[in-house]
Antibody, heavy 124, light 110 residues
């Protein structure tokens, strides 16, 4: 079955960097675009970034553009989020999310499988 | 990329129907039929409930339905059950090639 397991979260000081990883299994990783979505404690969901299935196209929320970088290693079925210049408002659970609900040979724009998330806390 | 607007809370009695609205702009909901809805129980990851405005993924109860008019999308839950008590989030593709979630709605079953 599809599994997405995030790691790399933790406590970090403002201005520092952190890299999150997501290990994917149970599906052909290289055939799906992937995302990071975050949720501040007690708050709503915020889409962070998307990377295309081949890693060549990347899209970001305005709130992280220029500071965060999404990437993937299809040979290792792993998604990454490199976070620089971290701010207190980046404190959140970060979810690794598969993109594309596929049925009948067609894939639709939807976030269909979510990991359990990894918590990032930015505080001095 | 402002969040889509949802009511903070909606409540209904067992067996009743409720509707959650999700209001965006001409740059997101108004221009694309790429609206999806997610259910999130406390401490759990979100789950896809509706995609492409009104289509249910396999395994999602037919008590959940979606629609759209202009810049506003809606999720209706009919025959409300105790297990429907959760947070619900809408999402839309935008003209900036990005995605935006709604502010979220807490559904309470009375």
């Amino acid at each position: 079955q599809v599994q997405l397991v995030e790691s790399g979260g933790g406590a970090v000081q403002p201005g520092r960097s952190l890299t999150l990883s997501c290990a994917a299994s149970g599906f052909k990783f290289y055939t799906y675009s992937m995302n990071w979505v975050r949720q501040a404690p007690g708050k709503g969901l915020e889409w962070v970034a998307l990377v295309s299935l081949d890693g060549n196209n990347k899209y970001y929320a305005d709130s992280v553009k220029g500071r965060f970088s999404i990437s993937r290693d299809n040979s290792k079925n792993t998604l990454f989020l490199h976070m620089n210049s971290l701010r207190a408002e980046d404190t959140a659970i970060y979810y690794c999310v598969r993109f594309g609900y596929c049925t009948g040979g067609v894939c639709y724009r939807a976030f269909d499988y979510w990991g359990q998330g990894t918590l990032v806390t930015v505080s001095s | 990329q402002s969040a889509l607007t949802q009511p903070a809370s909606v409540s209904g009695s067992l067996g009743q129907s409720i509707t959650i609205s999700c209001t965006g702009t001409n740059s997101d909901i108004g221009s694309y039929n790429y609206v999806s809805w997610y259910q999130q129980h406390p401490g759990k990851a979100p789950q896809l409930m509706i995609y492409d405005v009104s289509t249910r993924p396999s395994g999602v109860s037919d008590r959940f339905s979606g629609s759209k008019s202009g810049n506003t999308a809606s999720l209706t839950i009919s025959g409300l059950q105790a297990e429907d008590e959760a947070d619900y989030f809408c999402n839309s593709y935008t003209s900036s090639s990005s995605y935006v979630f709604g502010t979220g709605t807490k559904v309470t079953v009375l």
